[in-house]
């Protein structure tokens, strides 16, 4: 009974129903806009509420997190430049479709498969939030290390061309997120003696340039063109489109719920998963993935949202961040005098029942704001280019000062920018390059603790991942995602599949 009555709380208190309605509103544009992301308006916001009761300034937060999160894929779908990482995979259709005039319809699908994403994300941490925070505890530095190396060989499905290209883009990625001073031996890696670089390159700016400013550069070649009008006398989509993804959003919400629940992922990485596990398992979707498949959309969108449940199972029940949004509100839990961890749930299990019950009103308003201002929002692909240009740059710069009130960051964004357009130009994929630079640092920084654990003996550091069924398991899934991406598979697969031809029967 107390449990159902903290569940219930936010429905009952105008006020706390009122925090979290503001909270997704502000998320969902704050989300859009490149470079002001969901941590540093939850971070700002405890200088703001650490007075507040405990009740309002989490709900005024979670409201941030779960709106902040679907709110990435308004810029990715409409100007090709993600609001946040987690929407990178997003834009690899959503702007195809814009382009076509569909705006509508993939911002409407996106906001309904987000809603979905979200509550089997929340169901499972109200479920069964026990069960797979034990599961996450199994993990050690080197499934870290696998899941990183797993993360990196999708640049297969990433890359839509050669998939030596996509395999420079991501190591090039990897580069760039080594860049600065070494956090375990605090020494210069790839700094070259210059002091600008010892403070690293920002990924935000990397990722912004690499799309927005590419994208404003490439447009410049058609500044004449006529906009592309779009189609958005349907927004909700229907029944049956739905009732066609469900498996494909189960599965990859499944991603996003397990992927989330690790600590220091979150939900870019379940995102870029997401879509190679849709492009793996769709076998003849009605577009190709890249030109504006649904499948594109789906998959990741249901996947960073369901990691937003995800995110809040280690934290609730082990007291440890899922992300970086998680670590904050694990601060302002202790500020409010709570300790996050299995005390939590003993002593003040409606703590844990109020978040769950924070969420579920989140997800509703994230589809109630999502599905509104759409036709205000489209509005922006149909300005005339000249008009559009500018605002994209003007998005850009805006972005990338914003994260580290850094004029450095505005260099390093146009510097990107420059670098995309011309990779772009010959073919080769930006998503690579960013998921390299994500990456980059969980796999460096597992990678050393996994060795230094075993006495820097790769004897044993091999015989634990074949002793250790989850690291085994891992370790066989980045064996056959690198064969997948071999022509050899491709050959066998034809012969395979192949039917028989007459002279073969004779």
């Not at 989509?237 to 498996?247: A, E, I, N, Q, Y």
């Not at 992922?265 to 979707?285: C, E, F, Q, S, W």
């Not at 280690?314 to 961890?341: E, K, R, S, Y």
């Not at 850094?406 to 420059?418: C, K, N, P, Q, R």
Request: glycine share 12%; no cysteine.
């Amino acid at each position: 009974m107390d449990a159902l009555l903290a569940f219930l709380t936010v429905f009952t208190q105008p006020q706390l129903l009122l925090l979290v309605g503001l909270g997704t509103f502000a998320g969902v544009y704050v989300g859009a806009i490149p470079g002001l992301s969901v941590t540093m308006a939850v971070s700002i916001l405890i200088s703001f509420t650490f007075s507040w009761d405990v009740y309002p300034a989490i709900s005024l937060m979670i409201g941030i997190y779960m709106g902040g999160v679907y709110g990435g894929s308004r810029t990715a779908i409409l100007l090709n430049i993600p609001g946040a990482p987690s929407a990178i995979a997003t834009a690899m259709d959503g702007y195809p479709m814009a382009k076509r005039g569909e705006a509508g319809q993939a911002i409407g699908t996106t906001t309904v498969m987000s809603f979905f994403g979200g509550f089997i994300g929340i169901g499972v941490l109200a479920l069964a939030a026990p069960l797979v925070s034990d599961f996450a505890l199994r993990f050690q530095p080197r499934d870290y290390m696998l899941l990183a190396v797993l993360g990196i060989l999708l640049v297969g499905s990433l890359s839509t061309g050669s998939l030596v290209k996509g395999v420079f883009a991501g190591a090039f990625g990897i580069a760039i997120g080594a860049v600065g001073m070494d956090p375990l031996t605090f020494t210069a890696r790839f700094t070259f003696d210059i002091p600008l670089l010892r403070g690293g390159i920002s990924f935000i700016a990397v990722m912004i340039g690499m799309f927005g400013v590419s994208e404003a550069l490439l447009q410049l070649h058609h500044v004449n063109a006529p906009s592309v009008r779009q189609a958005i006398k349907k927004i909700v989509p229907s029944w049956g489109t739905v009732r066609k993804h469900l498996p494909l959003s189960l599965q990859t919400s499944s991603i996003g719920v397990i992927v989330g629940a690790l600590p220091g992922t979150g939900g870019d990485i379940a995102a870029l998963m997401a879509y190679d596990h849709a492009k793996r398992v769709t076998k003849n979707p009605e577009r190709p993935f890249g030109e504006g498949a649904m499948e594109g959309l789906v998959a990741p969108e249901t996947a960073n949202n369901a990691a937003v449940g995800g995110a809040f199972i280690p934290m609730m029940t082990l007291g440890i961040p899922g992300d970086a949004v998680t670590a904050i509100m694990i601060g302002a839990l202790f500020i409010h005098g709570l300790n996050p961890g299995p005390m939590l749930m003993i002593d003040q299990p409606q703590m844990f029942w109020f978040i769950v019950g924070a969420l579920v009103t989140a997800n509703f308003f994230m589809l109630l704001f999502g599905l509104t201002g759409i036709r205000l929002f489209t509005k922006i692909v149909e300005m005339p280019r000249s008009v559009l240009i500018p605002l994209i740059m003007l998005l850009s710069i805006v972005g990338a000062y914003a994260v580290n009130n850094s004029i450095t960051d505005v260099y390093w964004m146009l510097g990107f920018g420059v670098l995309g357009y011309f990779m772009r130009l010959y073919g080769y994929p930006l998503g690579p390059v960013i998921l390299g630079v994500i990456l980059s640092r969980l796999l460096d920084d597992n990678w050393r603790r996994a060795i230094i654990s075993e006495r820097e003996d790769l004897g044993r550091f091999f015989d634990g991942i074949f002793t250790s069924p989850l690291s085994l398991v891992l370790f066989l899934a980045v064996i056959l995602v690198f064969v997948s991406q071999t022509p050899i598979w491709a050959w066998g697969k034809r012969k395979l599949f192949r039917k028989p031809s007459n002279s073969d029967a004779s």
